[in-house]
């Protein structure tokens, strides 16, 4: 059985072996005739959440390219030719001139990414400073700035920062054909020491690169199985983005994408589960799915980090359509 090939890795704090989703029952939700699974989905998030409304936030990448990591998914590596052009870090004005506008066309929270493998001190200080000054601005802050040392998680805090975005990106038996300069275990460290500062955790994955359907299901049982899931879990639909590695990697059926949210709102039902990259090139008729699966965050804004996001025209005009409010 394909299922035994994937496990669990448990992380620092993980749900009492009594209270975990096996990969077998994860699996069994991915193969529900598809409205019962939008059935279970609709009915975890109703229980849970205005079913019409929709976080959204907004994206800046402060510092561009030139990345020492070699994720095979992306355009910002230092290793593989993608036409990024490498930029320092942003002046602090120029983040928070981003932010303003970010937040005068209605985006609730301001996520700050970071072309690092992590941050040294000397990076992390000029950022401290914009978390302190965007949350002044009235923004939730949120931050993606790579692996975290002991006593980082904590200056983030003391900073203002509100959510920490790290993913574990894929299940642990894949991740090894994705990335080889860190490892798994790597990224559960950095997640705890997210958690034990006591900041929110925004963690998820990345689905359509070639992984198997019982590697997403792996991929949710990680996130799941945390003794507290992430409040936030990004659901990235791989953006294709040539030089990369995964360039040219078999396309996902959308279905087995909306499926995906739906597994991920029924079993982190209390979750704000995002549907992230991959929106750009999705027809509004598989978005609308992706809501009615149970997504209830976006990023909003023209831009993700490096590549291409629904004008904001668009998403208003779709919230609109669809009678989503944002919350
Ligand atoms: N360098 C930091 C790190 O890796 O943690 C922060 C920025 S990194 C670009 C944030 C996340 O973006 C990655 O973990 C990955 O899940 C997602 N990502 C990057 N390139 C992507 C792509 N081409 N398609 C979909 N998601 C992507
Ligand atoms: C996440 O899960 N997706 C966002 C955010 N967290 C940082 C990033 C998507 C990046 C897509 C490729 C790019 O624009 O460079
Ligand atoms: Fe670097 Fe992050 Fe891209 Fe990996 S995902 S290459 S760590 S910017």
């Known amino acids: 059985?394909?299922?035994?090939?994937?496990?669990?890795?448990?992380?620092?704090?993980?749900?009492?072996?009594?209270?975990?989703?096996s990969i077998a029952q994860i699996v069994a939700l991915f193969e529900l005739p598809f409205s019962d699974l939008?059935?279970?989905a609709q009915t975890a998030h109703r229980a849970n959440f205005n079913p019409n409304e929709v976080q959204v936030s907004t994206l800046l990448s402060i510092k561009t390219g030139g990345c020492s990591e070699d994720c095979g998914y992306c355009p910002q590596s230092?290793?593989?030719?993608?036409?990024?052009?490498?930029?320092?870090?942003?002046?602090?004005?120029?983040?928070?001139?981003?932010?303003?506008?970010?937040?005068?066309?209605?985006?609730?929270?301001?996520?700050?990414?970071?072309?690092?493998?992590?941050?040294?001190?000397?990076?992390?200080?000029?950022?401290?400073?914009?978390i302190a000054e965007v949350k002044a601005l009235g923004l939730e802050t949120c931050a993606t700035l790579g692996m975290l040392k002991q006593g980082q998680a904590e200056q983030l805090r003391d900073a203002?920062?509100?959510?920490?975005?790290?993913?574990?990106?894929?299940?642990?038996?894949?991740?090894g054909d994705v990335i080889s300069t860190r490892t798994y275990q790597d990224r559960l460290d950095t997640l705890d020491r997210v958690r034990d500062a006591g900041m929110n955790v925004c963690c998820g994955g990345i689905v359509g690169m070639g992984e198997s359907r019982a590697q997403r299901a792996g991929l949710i049982a990680q996130l799941a199985n945390m003794e507290t899931p992430p409040e936030s879990v990004p659901v990235n639909l791989l953006t294709?983005?040539?030089?990369?590695?995964?360039?040219?990697?078999?396309?996902?059926?959308?279905?087995?994408?909306?499926?995906?949210?739906?597994?991920?709102?029924?079993?982190?039902?209390?979750?704000?589960?995002?549907?992230?990259?991959g929106r750009e090139t999705m027809p509004e008729s598989l978005q609308a799915l992706c809501f009615l699966a149970g997504a209830n965050s976006v990023f909003y804004g023209e831009k993700l980090l490096t590549t291409g996001n629904p004008d904001t025209e668009a998403d208003r005009a779709l919230f609109a359509k669809l009678g989503i409010n944002q919350g």
């Open 240 to 277: 294709q983005v040539e030089g990369t590695p995964l360039h040219g990697a078999d396309e996902l059926d959308p279905f087995e994408f909306v499926r995906t949210i739906a597994v991920a709102r029924i079993t982190m039902p209390t979750s704000h589960v995002r549907l992230s990259a």
């Open 1 to 21: 059985m394909l299922e035994n090939t994937v496990e669990f890795v448990r992380p620092a704090k993980a749900k009492p072996a009594a209270e975990r989703w």
């Open 78 to 130: 230092a290793r593989y030719h993608t036409g990024v052009e490498n930029e320092d870090l942003m002046a602090l004005d120029d983040v928070l001139a981003a932010a303003k506008a970010a937040k005068d066309s209605g985006a609730q929270r301001f996520c700050m990414g970071a072309a690092w493998r992590g941050p040294k001190q000397k990076d992390l200080e000029p950022v401290l400073k914009m």
């Open 160 to 175: 203002g920062l509100d959510y920490y975005n790290h993913n574990l990106d894929t299940a642990p038996e894949y991740y």
């Open 38 to 40: 939008m059935f279970r």
